[in-house]
């Protein structure tokens, strides 16, 4: 393996390096490669459940919290106004979350998590699980704790 801070070979096509920057050495590519592998296992794991891996967060947090604005769903789950806005939508269409107007602003939607959206998120947990036990496979326990207490502080800021 090359050394981090060894200088990226010139190209043989271009003849155009990347002094000082490779892409395996990208904290950005290496957790976008590692998110692409999550969601492969997931959607393997959770095979006929129908739910995207934005649909389970929603699931997830809803079943936390009881009851949420949708604005506030969006922030639970790191999702961006529009993301939530279709997510919620697919979730509602398909019975697994109520949403309701707010009594004092009836702009402001109140989702809570039906019976079935429930019960769908008991299998999707454990497809989760199954997801997460499989990436985190060539980790020790020790390895695994300290892998997402890093990833916290880095998505924590």
């Known amino acids: 393996m090359r050394d981090e801070q060894e200088p990226a070979a010139a190209s043989p096509e271009t003849g155009v390096s990347a ?3 490779s892409l395996d ?3 950005g590519h290496m957790l976008r490669r590692a998110h692409q592998r999550y969601q492969s296992m997931f959607q393997e794991c959770a095979a006929g459940l129908g739910l995207t891996g934005p649909q389970f967060a929603a699931l997830l947090r809803l079943s936390e919290m009881g009851r949420v604005t949708q ?3 969006g922030r639970l789950a790191a999702m961006d106004s529009a993301t939530v806005q279709g997510v919620v939508r697919r979730l509602v269409d398909r019975g697994l979350v109520q949403a309701t107007a707010d009594p004092q602003d009836r702009r402001i ?3 809570t998590i039906t019976e079935a959206g429930a019960e769908l998120l008991r299998a999707a947990q454990k497809a989760g699980r199954r997801a997460n036990d499989s990436v985190l496979a060539p980790l020790s326990a020790v390895e695994r704790r300290q892998l997402l207490a890093m990833l916290r502080r880095v998505a924590e800021g």
Do not use: M
């Open 19 to 21: 002094p000082g920057y």
């Open 25 to 27: 050495a990208s904290a």
């Open 71 to 73: 604005n506030h769903l």
């Open 109 to 111: 939607r109140i989702l």
